[in-house]
């Protein structure tokens, strides 16, 4: 079946260590977006990527890392640089095509431990 | 001023109520409109997507656009305890452009 799968569920950090989150689709979507959802804030764009081998930086990008190197893929590296990392983060896809809806994964929930 | 603002809620309403479910926004460039479902520890769903002003229906569900005012509503007819959830709405300046949220607003429909 067509989808966005991010990996892991539940993912476990020390401070001071750098983790990735996955996020793979299979929907041929050119767009890919990383959000971070806290409590009562709603979600905040990290980075979003149109193309392979492009992104660019949302509105929180500080401490935190992507890279874009296939379609199909589109990783998140929370850095140590990041100070308050816990927080449950989505994925999204997209066609870049008029009036189209982005499908998200079904989160990642990082916890500092 | 946050770019999209939603009252958070929580909002509980007997089955079969009309929910009304607002969102205001500051940026006028935004052209494009949509409301997403989020189920507990979930990723969202979307509900309804508008790009101009007025009313769109889909079943229980309305979306209403008032760009002059910059405020969009979402409205659910004969709500159902399945709709407990949180409601999100976003919107963004161009199709497939980066899409801002609000901070959503959580529902609970009581049998």
């Known amino acids: 079946d067509g989808g966005i799968t991010q990996s892991p569920k539940y993912l476990f950090r020390k401070e001071g260590q750098n983790v990735t989150l996955s996020c793979e689709q299979n929907?041929?979507?050119?767009?890919m977006y990383w959000y971070r959802q806290d409590p009562g804030q709603g979600l905040r764009l990290i980075y979003y990527?149109?193309?392979?081998?492009?992104?660019q930086k949302g509105d929180i990008a500080e401490g935190y890392s992507v890279s874009r190197e296939k379609k199909e893929s589109f990783p998140l590296t929370v850095t140590s640089a990041q100070k308050n990392p816990t927080a449950f983060y989505l994925c999204?896809?997209?066609?870049?095509?008029?009036?189209?809806?982005?499908?998200f994964g079904q989160g990642t929930r990082l916890t500092v431990v | 001023q946050k770019e999209v603002e939603q009252d958070p809620g929580p909002l509980s309403v007997p089955e079969g109520a009309i929910v009304s479910l607002n969102c205001t926004y500051s940026?006028?460039?935004?052209?494009?409109f949509m409301w997403y479902r989020q189920y507990s520890r979930k990723g969202p769903e979307l509900l309804m997507y508008?790009?101009?002003?007025g009313n769109k229906e889909d079943g229980r569900f309305t979306a209403q656009v008032d760009k002059s005012s910059k405020y969009i509503s979402l409205f659910i007819r004969d709500s159902q305890p399945s709709d407990s959830a949180t409601y999100l709405c976003?919107?963004?300046?161009?199709?497939?452009?980066?899409?801002?949220f609000g901070p959503g607003t959580s529902l609970s429909v009581i049998p």
């Open positions: 999204a896809s997209r066609k870049t095509e008029l009036n189209t809806e982005a499908f």
């Open positions: 929907l041929n979507h050119d767009a």
């Open positions: 990527s149109q193309i392979v081998n492009d992104f």
């Open positions: 940026n006028s460039a935004f052209q494009y």
């Open positions: 508008t790009y101009s002003s």
């Open positions: 976003a919107m963004e300046e161009t199709s497939y452009d980066k899409v801002i």
